[in-house]
């Protein structure tokens, strides 16, 4: 499901202003450089072979096996296009071949991947009688990448669902390190296990002793996968996700802070930041000071990663000395987290005041260190969160987010993050607790603007019922894959609301929605009592019989919506053999879904239940999504398929706004100026 996005009114609509992603560098270039043995860019549209675009070695054409679709989006431009992993017998196989016999030498695993799911899944899997070697999503590590190598091996940080990240694990000299969208994101630990493994190798799915018989499948997009005879160094790995992500349309600021001696100044193409970056202002090692002490890359003034001048935005910084952590100068990243504004004693505070952000919403990144290790601190910003750490810049080991803010614990870390944050000033203070700590930098990084608080989703639930009694299912709290409050509950097999009877998420009433019902009965999947919301939204439903259809219209939506997402829970009361199709018709064009059938029957009675998004035609699940909707309304229909007897249930609907028109501002009204002055001529004619 994409994340929502606020467009601004006309420009939405004839696509200028659209942060889109561009092409930052050749990506298979950059990957071809550095000679991969295997290197698999799953452009193809069609047939089963999962072609190798390696030079150098022997050829390792793979195949395509299983739930698998081609042709699917990916990170960017840069990257073609990306296989879908169905989560259950999705997978790429590729036959085993002595150049993939690396011994204890240098290896790099390298990928793009994309998952919603919490669950486990294996990325890539090399496995047979000479050892078992894995790249697992969210297995050992809650929420992170973990490597299996004979035994755990090493655990990233966390990595956020629903976006594309790249990933490299690497081993050089016996020494295992994680990276995560070209940073490192986890320590060093040793492994010096043999790659000789007499198996093919797998990507998207492990196996249970043969690569025939797959196991712990990824559920999820996977994208451009190389395996090198090498060990990528950090340079190398944060170029090749430069080039890979693109442009997201949205700039960021960073500021160097070095010492009093000069050490660490950075070059205008050091890649550096927690979101990497190049265009780093450096200080000119004051330890008090303004523009007028930024040095470069323009100096008195502050640039963007693009290099660009921003107007109007200044700094002031003020700590009672400077210093540096390390002297390692190899990437942009430890130059970064060289030199810092040191908070050495009482005499107060680091203090950075930042005014004039021009934009609408961003995160702001602390990065904090000393010399010695293990030093307690605290660094807030005025009016948020304040966050406690404990100094681990010494030498750097990545990138190590605290998110403590009671003092409990103190973690080691290296940054603290802010997020969505729309004033246009801040100010940032660090304090040091058993002795001194630093301030590296700092990182302002633009994000998609907050969905404005309003009527951005409606949820209908269908209380369903047995025998007359339909008030089994109302759901009072929050629910859905979605989780929203406020859900509309409508009873009866057919009925029809009135404008001002609907109210959206927020609790607000919806002036002109309305929604018209008609099925030839309702049901629930049980009898008994509901475990939490979203049992008690999955309980009752609309049902057909063998051959009826079921119809939901849903007319006048907000006029401010200019797209929206659908999603349709279904589960009956019987097996999964039933099978229904869904159609929706809309002003954006007619789908169909399906036909589907439901998973397993919601566990009504206990709750805990998880949701599953069904995607291809003849599989199961208990939601399905209709996306980039438009238009003020749709009607959805449901058609009886198959099974014994065959239904299509309708359990409940959420429409999700993705693209909604802001009240007009100073900025949206100088943008409308503008378009009227450059048009004028022509009207003129």
């Known amino acids: 499901m994409k994340s929502r996005r606020l467009l601004l009114g006309v420009f939405a609509a004839i696509g200028l202003l659209a942060a889109t992603r561009v092409v930052q560098a050749d990506y298979v270039a950059e990957v071809l450089i550095d000679n991969p043995l295997a290197y698999y860019q799953f452009n193809e549209t069609g047939g089963v072979v999962a072609a190798d675009s390696s ?25 073609g296009t990306a296989v879908a992993f169905n989560g259950v017998d999705g997978r790429v196989q590729i036959p085993d071949h002595a150049d993939f016999d690396l011994g204890t030498g240098d290896t790099t695993i390298e990928m793009w991947f994309h998952t919603d799911v919490t669950a486990r899944g294996d990325l890539f899997t090399y496995k047979g009688g000479g050892g078992d070697l894995g790249v697992h999503s969210r297995s050992q590590a ?13 655990n990233s940080r966390q990595f956020s669902s629903g976006q594309w990240h790249h990933l490299a694990v690497t081993r050089s000299g016996g020494q295992e390190r ?23 190798l797998l990507i998207g799915s492990n196996h249970g002793g043969t690569p025939a018989t797959p196991a712990i499948p990824f559920d999820g997009l996977i994208d451009e996968v190389a395996i090198y005879g090498t060990a990528l160094s950090a340079a190398r790995v944060a170029e090749h996700h430069f080039a890979g992500a693109g442009d997201t349309g949205y700039r960021s600021v960073g500021v160097n802070f070095r010492r009093s001696s000069g050490q660490h100044p950075m070059d205008p193409n050091d890649l550096a930041g927690f979101v990497p970056q190049r265009n780093w202002n450096n200080s000119d090692n004051s330890n008090v000071g303004s523009n007028a002490n930024i040095a470069g890359p323009v100096t008195g003034s502050l640039v963007d990663d693009l290099g660009a001048v921003v107007p109007g935005l200044s700094i002031d910084w003020s700590a009672n000395g400077s210093w540096s952590a390390n002297a390692d100068t190899s990437t942009g990243h430890n130059k970064m987290m060289g030199g810092y504004l040191d908070d050495q004693g009482p005499a107060g505070a680091t203090v950075v005041s930042v005014a004039g952000i021009p934009y609408e919403a961003y995160d702001v990144y602390a990065f904090m260190g000393s010399d010695g290790n293990g030093r307690t601190g605290r660094v807030k910003i005025l009016g948020s969160d304040e966050f406690y750490f404990s100094t681990n810049s010494n030498p750097f080991p990545g990138y190590i987010q605290t998110t403590d803010t009671t003092g409990g614990s103190n973690p080691p870390a290296t940054f603290a993050r802010w997020t969505e944050l729309t ?16 301030l590296h930098g700092i990182q302002i990084v633009e994000v998609e603007p907050p969905p404005p608080v309003g009527m951005t989703s409606i949820s209908l639930n269908f209380i369903g019922g047995r025998n007359g009694a339909q008030t089994d299912g109302i759901v009072t709290g929050t629910a859905g894959v979605d989780p929203q409050a406020n859900w509309n509950n409508l009873a009866s097999n057919a009925g029809a609301t009135l404008p001002g009877q609907l ?27 509901f475990g939490d919301q979203d049992a008690a939204m999955m309980k009752g439903y609309l ?18 919506w200019l797209e929206y997402d659908i999603i349709v829970y279904f589960d009956g009361d019987g097996s999964n053999s039933r099978q229904g199709q869904y159609e929706l018709t809309a002003d954006s064009g007619d789908v169909t879904l399906g036909p589907f059938a439901d998973n397993a029957n919601w566990p009504v009675a206990t709750g805990g239940n998880a949701f599953a998004q069904a995607v291809a035609p003849g599989g199961n699940g208990n939601f399905m999504l209709f996306s980039d909707v438009s238009g003020s309304g749709f009607t959805l229909t449901t058609r009886p398929m198959s099974g014994s007897p065959p239904r299509a249930p ?4 959420q429409i999700i706004a993705t693209s909604v028109v802001p009240e007009p501002g100073s900025a949206t009204l100088l943008l409308f100026v503008l378009l009227a002055a450059l048009s004028w001529p022509c009207r003129r004619r």
Not at 178 to 200: C, E, K
Request: hydrophobic content about 35%; proline content about 2%.
């Open 55 to 79: 030079t150098a070695g022997a050829n390792h054409d793979g195949t395509y096996l299983g739930g698998v679709t081609l042709g699917q989006p990916a990170a960017s431009t840069a990257l």
């Open 650 to 653: 309708i359990n409940g609907i």
């Open 178 to 200: 994680i990276y995560l969208d070209g940073a490192r994101a986890s320590l060093d630990v040793a492994n010096g296990d043999s790659w000789d493994i007499p198996a093919d």
């Open 543 to 560: 049902d057909t019989n063998n051959t009826s259809l079921t119809t939901v219209t849903v007319a006048d939506l907000p006029s401010d």
């Open 423 to 438: 004033d246009d000033s801040f100010t940032l203070e660090m304090n040091r607790i058993s002795n001194n700590v630093g």
């Open 503 to 529: 109210v959206a998420g927020t609790g607000q009433v919806l002036g002109t929605t309305s929604v018209a019902w008609s099925s030839n009965n309702t049901y629930t999947i049980t009898t008994t009592g």
């Open 142 to 154: 809650a929420g992170g990448v973990a490597v299996w190598h004979n035994g755990l091996r090493s």
